[in-house]
Protein backbone atom coordinates (compact mmCIF):
# COMPACT_ATOMS: atom_id res chain seq x y z
CA UNK A 1 0.00 0.00 0.00
CA UNK A 2 1.83 3.47 -1.27
CA UNK A 3 1.34 5.71 1.51
CA UNK A 4 0.92 10.01 0.10
CA UNK A 5 3.61 12.20 0.91
CA UNK A 6 2.34 13.96 3.43
CA UNK A 7 0.66 11.05 5.40
CA UNK A 8 4.25 9.57 5.30
CA UNK A 9 5.33 12.81 6.56
CA UNK A 10 3.13 12.91 8.91
CA UNK A 11 3.92 9.46 10.67
CA UNK A 12 7.60 10.22 10.29
CA UNK A 13 7.39 13.09 12.63
CA UNK A 14 5.37 11.66 15.07
CA UNK A 15 6.89 8.44 15.43
CA UNK A 16 10.36 10.82 16.16
CA UNK A 17 8.57 12.60 18.68
CA UNK A 18 6.98 9.71 20.11
CA UNK A 19 10.46 8.61 20.81
CA UNK A 20 11.74 11.70 22.31
CA UNK A 21 9.03 11.62 24.26
CA UNK A 22 8.63 8.53 25.66
CA UNK A 23 11.62 8.49 26.33
CA UNK A 24 11.76 11.60 28.78
CA UNK A 25 8.61 10.09 30.09
CA UNK A 26 10.27 7.03 31.37
CA UNK A 27 13.45 8.99 32.14
CA UNK A 28 11.27 11.28 34.66
CA UNK A 29 9.93 7.82 36.11
CA UNK A 30 13.57 6.05 37.15
CA UNK A 31 14.68 9.85 38.29
CA UNK A 32 12.02 10.05 40.89
CA UNK A 33 13.02 6.49 41.79
CA UNK A 34 16.60 7.68 41.86
CA UNK A 35 15.23 9.74 45.49
CA UNK A 36 12.71 6.72 46.60
CA UNK A 37 14.34 4.89 49.85
CA UNK A 38 15.18 1.78 48.84
CA UNK A 39 12.87 -0.98 49.94
CA UNK A 40 15.37 -3.40 50.65
CA UNK A 41 15.41 -5.09 53.96
CA UNK A 42 19.21 -5.65 55.09
CA UNK A 43 18.98 -9.27 56.03
CA UNK A 44 21.34 -9.96 58.56
CA UNK A 45 21.42 -6.71 60.42
CA UNK A 46 17.35 -6.27 59.77
CA UNK A 47 14.84 -9.41 60.36
CA UNK A 48 11.49 -9.16 59.44
CA UNK A 49 8.83 -10.32 62.23
CA UNK A 50 7.74 -13.75 61.25
CA UNK A 51 4.35 -14.70 61.31
CA UNK A 52 2.83 -16.54 64.04
CA UNK A 53 2.84 -20.03 63.20
CA UNK A 54 5.90 -20.61 61.18
CA UNK A 55 7.52 -23.48 61.19
CA UNK A 56 11.66 -23.57 61.67
CA UNK A 57 13.71 -25.32 63.63
CA UNK A 58 12.23 -27.76 66.18
CA UNK A 59 12.81 -27.90 70.06
CA UNK A 60 11.78 -30.58 72.50
CA UNK A 61 11.51 -29.36 76.07
CA UNK A 62 13.08 -32.46 77.08
CA UNK A 63 12.02 -31.70 81.19
CA UNK A 64 8.53 -31.95 80.24
CA UNK A 65 8.49 -35.36 77.43
CA UNK A 66 7.38 -38.77 78.43
CA UNK A 67 9.31 -40.76 76.33
CA UNK A 68 5.63 -42.22 74.67
CA UNK A 69 7.45 -42.01 71.08
CA UNK A 70 3.89 -40.27 69.57
CA UNK A 71 6.15 -37.83 67.76
CA UNK A 72 8.94 -40.43 66.25
CA UNK A 73 5.80 -42.41 64.99
CA UNK A 74 3.76 -39.55 63.55
CA UNK A 75 7.08 -38.11 61.41
CA UNK A 76 6.32 -38.88 57.92
CA UNK A 77 10.58 -38.87 57.23
CA UNK A 78 11.57 -40.83 60.64
CA UNK A 79 13.97 -38.26 61.86
CA UNK A 80 13.13 -38.43 65.16
CA UNK A 81 14.80 -41.42 66.85
CA UNK A 82 13.76 -41.97 71.18
CA UNK A 83 15.49 -44.89 73.26
CA UNK A 84 13.44 -44.90 76.46
CA UNK A 85 14.30 -47.49 79.59
CA UNK A 86 11.62 -48.04 82.34
CA UNK A 87 11.88 -46.46 85.92
CA UNK A 88 12.49 -48.70 88.72
CA UNK A 89 10.55 -48.31 91.87
CA UNK A 90 12.09 -45.63 94.03
CA UNK A 91 13.32 -43.45 91.82
CA UNK A 92 11.45 -40.37 91.29
CA UNK A 93 11.34 -38.50 87.56
CA UNK A 94 9.10 -36.43 88.74
CA UNK A 95 6.11 -34.88 86.88
CA UNK A 96 5.31 -33.02 83.29
CA UNK A 97 4.04 -29.28 83.50
CA UNK A 98 0.72 -30.12 82.51
CA UNK A 99 1.14 -33.20 85.68
CA UNK A 100 1.51 -36.29 83.61
CA UNK A 101 3.85 -38.77 86.20
CA UNK A 102 6.53 -39.66 83.87
CA UNK A 103 7.87 -43.56 84.19
CA UNK A 104 10.54 -43.45 81.44
CA UNK A 105 14.33 -42.47 80.92
CA UNK A 106 14.55 -40.48 78.16
CA UNK A 107 18.22 -42.31 76.77
CA UNK A 108 18.12 -40.96 73.09
CA UNK A 109 16.05 -37.92 72.01
CA UNK A 110 17.34 -37.37 68.37
CA UNK A 111 16.42 -35.22 65.53
CA UNK A 112 18.21 -35.19 62.16
CA UNK A 113 16.99 -31.58 61.43
CA UNK A 114 19.15 -32.36 57.85
CA UNK A 115 16.11 -34.76 57.19
CA UNK A 116 13.36 -32.70 58.77
CA UNK A 117 10.86 -31.53 56.05
CA UNK A 118 9.20 -29.35 58.87
CA UNK A 119 5.85 -30.60 58.01
CA UNK A 120 5.39 -30.14 62.17
CA UNK A 121 3.27 -33.38 62.20
CA UNK A 122 5.08 -34.64 65.01
CA UNK A 123 3.91 -31.30 66.79
CA UNK A 124 -0.03 -32.05 67.02
CA UNK A 125 0.49 -35.97 68.78
CA UNK A 126 2.70 -34.95 71.77
CA UNK A 127 0.24 -35.65 75.22
CA UNK A 128 2.29 -33.06 77.09
CA UNK A 129 2.86 -30.35 74.19
CA UNK A 130 6.60 -30.04 74.35
CA UNK A 131 7.77 -30.48 71.32
CA UNK A 132 7.61 -27.13 69.32
CA UNK A 133 8.68 -25.55 66.60
CA UNK A 134 10.68 -22.33 67.10
CA UNK A 135 11.14 -19.24 65.65
CA UNK A 136 15.05 -19.61 64.87
CA UNK A 137 15.82 -20.00 61.06
CA UNK A 138 19.84 -19.69 61.04
CA UNK A 139 21.46 -22.62 61.95
CA UNK A 140 23.28 -23.71 58.92
CA UNK A 141 26.69 -25.93 59.66
CA UNK A 142 29.73 -27.26 57.83
CA UNK A 143 29.26 -30.05 58.82
CA UNK A 144 26.01 -32.65 58.29
CA UNK A 145 26.29 -34.44 61.66
CA UNK A 146 26.44 -31.09 63.55
CA UNK A 147 22.39 -31.86 62.27
CA UNK A 148 22.12 -33.91 64.59
CA UNK A 149 20.49 -32.36 67.36
CA UNK A 150 20.67 -34.39 70.72
CA UNK A 151 18.34 -33.63 73.22
CA UNK A 152 18.26 -36.00 76.07
CA UNK A 153 19.25 -34.84 79.36
CA UNK A 154 21.41 -37.65 80.20
CA UNK A 155 24.78 -38.68 78.75
CA UNK A 156 25.61 -41.59 77.69
CA UNK A 157 27.26 -42.71 80.83
CA UNK A 158 23.80 -41.87 82.56
CA UNK A 159 21.80 -43.79 80.06
CA UNK A 160 24.04 -46.94 80.14
CA UNK A 161 23.83 -46.72 84.11
CA UNK A 162 19.74 -46.16 83.66
CA UNK A 163 19.73 -48.99 81.38
CA UNK A 164 22.23 -51.11 83.97
CA UNK A 165 20.11 -50.67 86.91
CA UNK A 166 17.05 -51.84 85.18
CA UNK A 167 18.57 -54.65 83.91
CA UNK A 168 19.69 -55.28 87.30
CA UNK A 169 16.11 -54.55 88.75
CA UNK A 170 14.69 -56.67 85.57
CA UNK A 171 17.07 -59.64 86.56
CA UNK A 172 16.45 -59.19 90.40
CA UNK A 173 12.50 -59.17 89.45
CA UNK A 174 13.29 -62.14 87.05
CA UNK A 175 15.15 -64.28 90.14
CA UNK A 176 12.46 -63.04 92.58
CA UNK A 177 10.13 -64.00 90.47
CA UNK A 178 12.18 -67.76 89.89
CA UNK A 179 12.36 -67.98 93.87
CA UNK A 180 8.95 -67.39 94.12
CA UNK A 181 7.59 -69.48 91.55
CA UNK A 182 10.32 -72.27 92.99
CA UNK A 183 8.52 -71.67 96.38
CA UNK A 184 5.53 -72.31 95.20
CA UNK A 185 6.30 -75.33 93.24
CA UNK A 186 7.96 -77.02 96.61
CA UNK A 187 4.92 -75.63 98.70
CA UNK A 188 1.91 -78.04 98.57
CA UNK A 189 -0.89 -76.27 96.98
CA UNK A 190 -3.98 -76.31 99.42
CA UNK A 191 -5.70 -74.13 97.46
CA UNK A 192 -5.92 -75.14 94.00
CA UNK A 193 -8.37 -77.39 94.09
CA UNK A 194 -11.07 -75.27 95.98
CA UNK A 195 -10.94 -73.14 93.62
CA UNK A 196 -12.98 -74.78 90.61
CA UNK A 197 -15.72 -75.03 93.44
CA UNK A 198 -15.92 -71.54 93.70
CA UNK A 199 -17.63 -71.50 90.29
CA UNK B 1 51.94 17.77 28.77
CA UNK B 2 54.50 15.79 26.57
CA UNK B 3 56.77 19.12 26.86
CA UNK B 4 55.85 19.85 29.90
CA UNK B 5 57.76 16.42 31.62
CA UNK B 6 60.68 16.85 28.74
CA UNK B 7 61.43 19.69 30.16
CA UNK B 8 61.45 17.72 33.57
CA UNK B 9 63.29 14.69 32.94
CA UNK B 10 65.13 15.84 29.98
CA UNK B 11 64.58 12.23 28.72
CA UNK B 12 62.24 11.28 25.62
CA UNK B 13 60.91 7.74 26.77
CA UNK B 14 60.08 8.61 30.44
CA UNK B 15 58.40 12.11 29.40
CA UNK B 16 56.56 9.75 26.47
CA UNK B 17 55.42 7.15 28.81
CA UNK B 18 54.60 9.50 31.96
CA UNK B 19 52.02 11.28 29.36
CA UNK B 20 50.54 7.86 28.19
CA UNK B 21 50.34 7.26 32.14
CA UNK B 22 47.98 10.22 32.25
CA UNK B 23 45.23 8.36 30.20
CA UNK B 24 45.62 5.04 31.75
CA UNK B 25 45.50 6.12 35.43
CA UNK B 26 42.10 8.01 34.60
CA UNK B 27 40.79 5.16 32.49
CA UNK B 28 41.86 2.71 35.55
CA UNK B 29 40.25 5.50 37.86
CA UNK B 30 37.04 5.71 36.16
CA UNK B 31 36.21 2.04 34.99
CA UNK B 32 36.57 1.26 39.32
CA UNK B 33 34.08 4.08 39.70
CA UNK B 34 32.14 4.03 37.27
CA UNK B 35 31.59 -0.07 37.79
CA UNK B 36 30.88 1.28 41.22
CA UNK B 37 28.61 3.91 40.12
CA UNK B 38 26.38 1.52 37.74
CA UNK B 39 25.83 -0.55 40.59
CA UNK B 40 24.29 2.20 42.39
CA UNK B 41 22.68 3.99 40.05
CA UNK B 42 20.98 1.13 38.92
CA UNK B 43 20.09 0.11 42.96
CA UNK B 44 18.74 3.58 43.67
CA UNK B 45 16.44 3.43 40.26
CA UNK B 46 15.19 0.36 40.98
CA UNK B 47 14.71 1.09 44.79
CA UNK B 48 17.55 -0.97 46.10
CA UNK B 49 20.64 -0.50 48.33
CA UNK B 50 23.48 -1.68 46.26
CA UNK B 51 27.18 -2.28 47.32
CA UNK B 52 27.37 -1.37 50.76
CA UNK B 53 29.63 -3.64 51.96
CA UNK B 54 33.14 -2.88 51.73
CA UNK B 55 34.19 0.71 52.57
CA UNK B 56 31.48 3.58 52.93
CA UNK B 57 28.72 3.04 50.74
CA UNK B 58 30.30 0.39 48.95
CA UNK B 59 32.78 2.35 47.52
CA UNK B 60 35.93 -0.16 47.31
CA UNK B 61 33.19 -3.17 45.60
CA UNK B 62 35.25 -2.73 42.64
CA UNK B 63 38.76 -2.61 44.45
CA UNK B 64 38.02 -6.29 45.76
CA UNK B 65 36.49 -7.11 42.04
CA UNK B 66 39.15 -5.84 40.40
CA UNK B 67 41.47 -8.06 42.99
CA UNK B 68 39.63 -10.94 42.30
CA UNK B 69 39.96 -10.56 38.34
CA UNK B 70 43.82 -10.03 38.82
CA UNK B 71 43.91 -13.47 40.82
CA UNK B 72 41.85 -15.79 38.20
CA UNK B 73 43.18 -18.51 36.69
CA UNK B 74 43.17 -17.52 32.88
CA UNK B 75 41.15 -20.62 31.26
CA UNK B 76 40.65 -20.89 27.83
CA UNK B 77 39.06 -23.53 25.78
CA UNK B 78 40.57 -25.97 23.91
CA UNK B 79 39.13 -25.10 20.68
CA UNK B 80 39.80 -21.36 20.24
CA UNK B 81 42.06 -20.07 17.64
CA UNK B 82 44.86 -18.74 19.93
CA UNK B 83 46.71 -16.16 18.21
CA UNK B 84 43.09 -13.69 17.56
CA UNK B 85 42.11 -14.50 21.06
CA UNK B 86 44.85 -13.30 22.83
CA UNK B 87 45.43 -9.94 20.87
CA UNK B 88 41.63 -9.01 20.74
CA UNK B 89 41.15 -8.05 24.27
CA UNK B 90 44.29 -6.06 23.78
CA UNK B 91 43.10 -4.23 21.04
CA UNK B 92 40.06 -3.27 22.30
CA UNK B 93 41.07 -1.65 24.95
CA UNK B 94 44.07 -0.36 22.45
CA UNK B 95 41.59 1.52 20.52
CA UNK B 96 39.64 3.27 23.59
CA UNK B 97 42.84 4.47 24.99
CA UNK B 98 44.31 5.47 22.03
CA UNK B 99 41.24 8.00 22.05
CA UNK B 100 42.56 9.67 24.75
CA UNK B 101 45.36 10.50 23.51
CA UNK B 102 43.87 13.56 21.90
CA UNK B 103 41.39 14.85 24.54
CA UNK B 104 42.45 17.97 26.40
CA UNK B 105 41.79 17.28 29.70
CA UNK B 106 42.75 21.27 30.23
CA UNK B 107 44.39 23.51 28.24
CA UNK B 108 47.84 22.37 29.19
CA UNK B 109 46.99 18.98 29.79
CA UNK B 110 46.82 17.00 26.38
CA UNK B 111 48.42 13.90 25.37
CA UNK B 112 49.04 14.91 21.94
CA UNK B 113 48.13 18.14 20.28
CA UNK B 114 47.62 17.29 16.46
CA UNK B 115 45.80 19.24 14.25
CA UNK B 116 43.15 16.77 13.39
CA UNK B 117 42.09 15.14 16.52
CA UNK B 118 38.82 14.60 15.89
CA UNK B 119 39.13 12.86 12.93
CA UNK B 120 42.14 10.54 15.00
CA UNK B 121 39.46 10.50 17.53
CA UNK B 122 36.68 8.85 15.08
CA UNK B 123 39.42 6.58 13.26
CA UNK B 124 40.91 5.39 16.59
CA UNK B 125 37.80 4.02 17.77
CA UNK B 126 36.33 2.24 15.02
CA UNK B 127 39.69 0.28 15.70
CA UNK B 128 37.73 -1.53 18.07
CA UNK B 129 35.40 -3.24 16.22
CA UNK B 130 38.17 -5.44 15.11
CA UNK B 131 39.30 -6.23 17.69
CA UNK B 132 35.47 -7.19 19.00
CA UNK B 133 35.18 -9.23 15.44
CA UNK B 134 38.41 -11.12 16.37
CA UNK B 135 37.55 -11.95 19.81
CA UNK B 136 33.92 -13.12 18.60
CA UNK B 137 34.94 -15.35 16.28
CA UNK B 138 38.42 -16.81 17.82
CA UNK B 139 36.27 -17.72 20.70
CA UNK B 140 34.55 -20.39 18.71
CA UNK B 141 31.11 -19.92 20.15
CA UNK B 142 28.14 -19.46 18.53
CA UNK B 143 27.02 -16.18 21.37
CA UNK B 144 30.21 -14.98 20.76
CA UNK B 145 30.33 -15.03 16.68
CA UNK B 146 26.31 -13.60 16.96
CA UNK B 147 27.45 -10.86 19.52
CA UNK B 148 30.77 -9.60 17.46
CA UNK B 149 28.46 -9.61 14.21
CA UNK B 150 25.93 -7.39 16.00
CA UNK B 151 28.71 -5.05 17.75
CA UNK B 152 29.71 -5.19 14.13
CA UNK B 153 27.46 -3.84 12.18
CA UNK B 154 25.77 -1.65 14.94
CA UNK B 155 29.16 0.43 15.18
CA UNK B 156 29.64 0.95 11.77
CA UNK B 157 26.03 2.17 11.19
CA UNK B 158 26.34 4.19 14.13
CA UNK B 159 29.02 5.78 12.92
CA UNK B 160 27.34 7.66 10.08
CA UNK B 161 25.47 9.94 12.31
CA UNK B 162 28.55 10.45 14.31
CA UNK B 163 30.21 11.86 11.43
CA UNK B 164 27.61 13.78 10.18
CA UNK B 165 26.90 15.95 13.42
CA UNK B 166 30.64 16.47 13.80
CA UNK B 167 30.96 17.10 10.67
CA UNK B 168 28.56 19.92 11.11
CA UNK B 169 30.82 20.83 14.08
CA UNK B 170 33.66 20.78 12.13
CA UNK B 171 32.11 23.63 9.63
CA UNK B 172 30.78 25.43 12.14
CA UNK B 173 33.97 25.95 14.29
CA UNK B 174 36.17 25.59 11.70
CA UNK B 175 38.65 23.60 13.11
CA UNK B 176 39.32 19.36 13.76
CA UNK B 177 41.28 20.15 16.95
CA UNK B 178 40.01 19.27 20.25
CA UNK B 179 41.64 21.87 21.50
CA UNK B 180 40.69 24.66 19.44
CA UNK B 181 37.24 23.59 19.74
CA UNK B 182 37.29 23.55 23.53
CA UNK B 183 38.68 27.32 22.96
CA UNK B 184 36.59 29.10 20.76
CA UNK B 185 34.23 28.15 23.84
CA UNK B 186 34.92 30.33 26.25
CA UNK B 187 34.59 30.68 29.47
CA UNK B 188 30.61 31.00 29.93
CA UNK B 189 28.32 29.18 29.15
CA UNK B 190 26.46 31.13 26.88
CA UNK B 191 29.74 30.66 24.35
CA UNK B 192 29.24 26.63 24.49
CA UNK B 193 28.40 25.27 20.98
CA UNK B 194 24.67 23.82 22.53
CA UNK B 195 24.08 27.53 22.61
CA UNK B 196 25.15 28.63 19.35
CA UNK B 197 28.99 29.31 20.07
CA UNK B 198 30.24 32.40 20.98
CA UNK B 199 29.38 35.53 19.65
CA UNK B 200 25.94 37.65 19.68
CA UNK B 201 24.80 37.95 15.81
CA UNK B 202 21.64 36.09 14.55
CA UNK B 203 23.37 33.28 12.97
CA UNK B 204 23.85 31.86 17.32
CA UNK B 205 19.94 32.42 18.23
CA UNK B 206 19.02 30.47 14.67
CA UNK B 207 21.59 28.07 15.23
CA UNK B 208 20.16 26.59 18.81
CA UNK B 209 17.66 24.26 17.64
CA UNK B 210 19.60 22.81 15.34
CA UNK B 211 22.89 22.48 17.82
CA UNK B 212 20.05 20.57 20.41
CA UNK B 213 19.17 18.06 17.56
CA UNK B 214 22.83 17.37 16.91
CA UNK B 215 23.46 17.23 20.14
CA UNK B 216 20.69 14.56 20.53
CA UNK B 217 21.89 12.38 17.69
CA UNK B 218 25.87 12.33 18.88
CA UNK B 219 24.94 11.44 22.38
CA UNK B 220 22.42 8.69 20.85
CA UNK B 221 24.63 7.40 18.35
CA UNK B 222 28.03 7.24 20.38
CA UNK B 223 25.75 5.39 23.27
CA UNK B 224 25.36 2.75 20.18
CA UNK B 225 28.55 2.91 19.61
CA UNK B 226 29.97 2.40 22.80
CA UNK B 227 27.55 -0.91 22.87
CA UNK B 228 25.27 0.82 26.36
CA UNK B 229 21.62 -0.34 26.66
CA UNK B 230 19.84 0.54 24.99
CA UNK B 231 21.68 -0.56 22.09
CA UNK B 232 23.45 -3.65 23.91
CA UNK B 233 22.38 -5.85 21.96
CA UNK B 234 26.13 -7.39 21.14
CA UNK B 235 26.09 -7.90 25.02
CA UNK B 236 22.61 -8.95 25.37
CA UNK B 237 22.77 -11.17 28.25
CA UNK B 238 19.20 -12.49 28.36
CA UNK B 239 20.37 -13.68 24.89
CA UNK B 240 24.12 -13.83 24.00
CA UNK B 241 25.43 -14.38 27.92
CA UNK B 242 27.82 -11.65 27.67
CA UNK B 243 28.44 -11.67 23.39
CA UNK B 244 31.58 -11.37 22.20
CA UNK B 245 33.30 -11.72 25.50
CA UNK B 246 31.62 -14.77 26.47
CA UNK B 247 34.82 -16.83 26.38
CA UNK B 248 36.91 -14.29 28.42
CA UNK B 249 37.75 -14.83 31.70
CA UNK B 250 40.23 -12.76 33.99
CA UNK B 251 42.39 -10.57 32.94
CA UNK B 252 41.23 -10.80 29.45
CA UNK B 253 37.51 -9.80 30.31
CA UNK B 254 38.70 -7.28 32.39
CA UNK B 255 40.77 -5.73 29.41
CA UNK B 256 36.92 -5.20 28.02
CA UNK B 257 35.49 -4.18 30.59
CA UNK B 258 38.07 -1.54 30.91
CA UNK B 259 37.80 -1.06 27.58
CA UNK B 260 34.09 -0.27 27.70
CA UNK B 261 34.17 2.21 30.25
CA UNK B 262 37.15 3.51 29.10
CA UNK B 263 35.18 4.40 25.82
CA UNK B 264 32.14 5.68 27.75
CA UNK B 265 34.19 8.20 29.31
CA UNK B 266 36.06 9.13 25.82
CA UNK B 267 32.63 9.78 24.34
CA UNK B 268 30.92 11.63 27.19
CA UNK B 269 34.07 13.52 26.54
CA UNK B 270 33.89 13.93 23.50
CA UNK B 271 30.82 14.93 23.62
CA UNK B 272 30.92 17.54 25.92
CA UNK B 273 33.97 19.27 23.75
CA UNK B 274 31.96 19.66 20.85
CA UNK B 275 28.62 20.68 22.31
CA UNK B 276 29.46 22.09 26.38
CA UNK B 277 32.32 23.55 26.19
CA UNK B 278 34.94 21.01 26.99
CA UNK B 279 37.01 21.83 29.82
CA UNK B 280 35.69 25.39 29.99
CA UNK B 281 34.28 26.36 33.27
CA UNK B 282 30.62 28.14 32.50
CA UNK B 283 31.34 30.41 34.93
CA UNK B 284 34.83 31.64 35.24
CA UNK B 285 37.89 30.71 36.95
CA UNK B 286 39.38 31.07 40.97
CA UNK B 287 42.98 31.37 39.45
CA UNK B 288 42.45 33.66 36.76
CA UNK B 289 41.26 35.80 39.53
CA UNK B 290 43.95 35.19 41.91
CA UNK B 291 46.24 34.79 38.73
CA UNK B 292 47.33 31.36 39.81
CA UNK B 293 48.48 29.91 36.81
CA UNK B 294 48.02 26.03 37.95
CA UNK B 295 44.84 26.70 39.74
CA UNK B 296 43.37 27.08 36.12
CA UNK B 297 44.25 24.25 34.81
CA UNK B 298 42.89 22.07 37.80
CA UNK B 299 39.86 23.89 37.50
CA UNK B 300 39.38 22.44 33.96
CA UNK B 301 40.68 19.64 34.91
CA UNK B 302 37.34 19.45 37.30
CA UNK B 303 35.52 20.86 35.13
CA UNK B 304 35.98 18.46 32.16
CA UNK B 305 35.47 15.52 34.36
CA UNK B 306 32.40 16.98 35.89
CA UNK B 307 30.95 17.22 32.43
CA UNK B 308 32.05 13.95 31.26
CA UNK B 309 31.19 12.31 34.63
CA UNK B 310 27.30 13.59 34.17
CA UNK B 311 27.48 12.67 30.83
CA UNK B 312 28.42 9.22 31.95
CA UNK B 313 25.41 9.36 34.20
CA UNK B 314 22.83 10.58 31.80
CA UNK B 315 24.08 6.75 29.95
CA UNK B 316 23.18 4.92 32.94
CA UNK B 317 19.99 6.25 33.50
CA UNK B 318 19.26 5.32 30.03
CA UNK B 319 20.14 1.93 30.66
CA UNK B 320 18.10 1.58 33.41
CA UNK B 321 14.88 3.29 31.71
CA UNK B 322 14.86 1.66 28.23
CA UNK B 323 14.39 -2.14 27.51
CA UNK B 324 16.82 -3.38 24.94
CA UNK B 325 16.12 -2.39 21.27
CA UNK B 326 15.57 -5.46 18.35
CA UNK B 327 18.36 -5.35 15.58
CA UNK B 328 15.92 -4.61 13.06
CA UNK B 329 14.65 -1.72 15.02
CA UNK B 330 18.64 -0.38 15.90
CA UNK B 331 18.91 -0.14 12.27
CA UNK B 332 15.37 1.72 11.38
CA UNK B 333 16.54 4.08 14.02
CA UNK B 334 20.42 4.53 12.86
CA UNK B 335 19.43 4.67 8.98
CA UNK B 336 16.09 5.85 8.80
CA UNK B 337 15.85 8.35 11.52
CA UNK B 338 19.41 9.80 12.90
CA UNK B 339 20.98 9.51 9.09
CA UNK B 340 18.51 11.30 7.82
CA UNK B 341 17.95 14.20 10.65
CA UNK B 342 21.85 14.21 10.56
CA UNK B 343 22.11 15.53 6.90
CA UNK B 344 19.38 17.64 7.27
CA UNK B 345 20.71 18.80 10.65
CA UNK B 346 24.22 19.23 8.60
CA UNK B 347 22.64 21.10 5.74
CA UNK B 348 21.01 23.53 7.99
CA UNK B 349 23.70 24.32 9.83
CA UNK B 350 25.60 24.49 7.00
CA UNK B 351 23.52 27.28 5.70
CA UNK B 352 23.31 29.09 8.88
CA UNK B 353 27.01 29.51 9.41
CA UNK B 354 27.59 31.03 5.86
CA UNK B 355 25.39 33.79 6.89
S1 LIG C 1 8.41 -31.55 61.46
FE1 LIG C 1 7.77 -33.29 60.25
S2 LIG C 1 9.67 -34.07 59.40
FE2 LIG C 1 10.26 -32.67 61.01
S3 LIG C 1 10.53 -34.03 62.79
FE3 LIG C 1 8.43 -33.27 62.84
S4 LIG C 1 7.22 -34.82 61.79
FE4 LIG C 1 9.37 -35.19 61.28
S1 LIG D 1 5.28 -37.02 71.72
FE1 LIG D 1 6.04 -35.50 73.21
S2 LIG D 1 6.11 -36.65 75.13
FE2 LIG D 1 5.93 -38.19 73.51
S3 LIG D 1 8.05 -38.72 73.03
FE3 LIG D 1 7.50 -37.10 71.66
S4 LIG D 1 8.14 -35.24 72.66
FE4 LIG D 1 8.14 -36.83 74.20
Not at chain 1, 18 to 36: A, C, E, N, P, S
Not at chain 2, 80 to 97: E, K, T
Not at chain 2, 169 to 184: A, D, H, K, R
Not at chain 2, 224 to 239: K, Y
Amino acid sequence: MQKDGIEFMREYLKNTWDGIYTVLVGMRITFKHLFTPAVTIQYPEVKVKLPDRVRNRLYVNIDDCIGCDQCSRACPVSCIEIDTVKSIPGEDLGTTSNGKKKALWVTKFDIDIAKCCYCQLCVFPCPTECIYMTDVYEFSEYERANLLYKFSALNQDEAAQKKVNYEKFQAEKEAQKAAAAAAAAAKPKPETPAQPSDN
Amino acid sequence: MYQFFFDLTGNVIISTLAVALVPLICILLVTLFGVWLERKVSAWMQDRVGPNRIGPYGIFQTVADFIKMLQKEDAVSSEIDGVLYNIAPVLVFAGSFAAFAVIPFAATIIGSEIEVGLFYMLAVSSFVVAGILMGGWSSNNKYSLLGSMRSAAQIVSYEIPTALVVLSMVMLTGTLSLTQISELQTSSFWHWNIFGGPGWELSKFLLIPFMVVGFIIIFISTLAEVNRTPFDIPEAESELVAGYFTEYCGMKYGMFMLAEYGNMFAVSLLVSVLFFGGYQSPVGYLGKTFGIEWLVSLEQFGWFFAKGWFFIFVQMWLRWTLPRLRVDQLMTLCWKYLIPYAVINLVIIGIISLL
